[in-house]
């Protein structure tokens, strides 16, 4: 199990003007990424960098490689696939999942539940279709 470091995040910020490199949003933020893993002695290989989109990860294991093209390379997760890791989500009885099929029968129970059986069927089911 994984636990949480009680360190405060780091913030990156905007790259110093005129620096030039490519790309150099992930040049400078990589930078302070390695500078601040130099400054907790942590090893790369216990590093975990979270981007906010999937797609972003594989520009960032690529921005890491221009800059340290030998050695380890920090785990590049993006924040939805790395809490996914850690603890995954597991629907309760009336929670939605995003499973289409399941939803609409937790949505007709939620209908059931407020409106009794006295909602009309053909009102039941639009309702439902647009709950889900």
Known sequence: MMTAS????TV???PPEGENTFP????HGLSQVREH???Q????SRVVVLVPYAQMMDAGRRAW????????????ESSRNWATLLQPFVPGSTDWSGDMARDSLIAASLLDRVAG???DADLRAT?????V
């Open 6 to 9: 009680p360190e405060p995040l």
């Open 12 to 14: 990156l910020t905007a």
């Open 24 to 27: 150099p949003l992930w040049a």
């Open 37 to 39: 893993m130099a400054i």
């Open 41 to 44: 002695g942590w090893h790369a």
């Open 65 to 76: 490689a221009m800059q340290a093209p030998s050695g380890f390379t920090p785990r590049f």
């Open 117 to 119: 059986r006295e909602l």
């Open 127 to 131: 309702l439902v279709g647009r709950l």
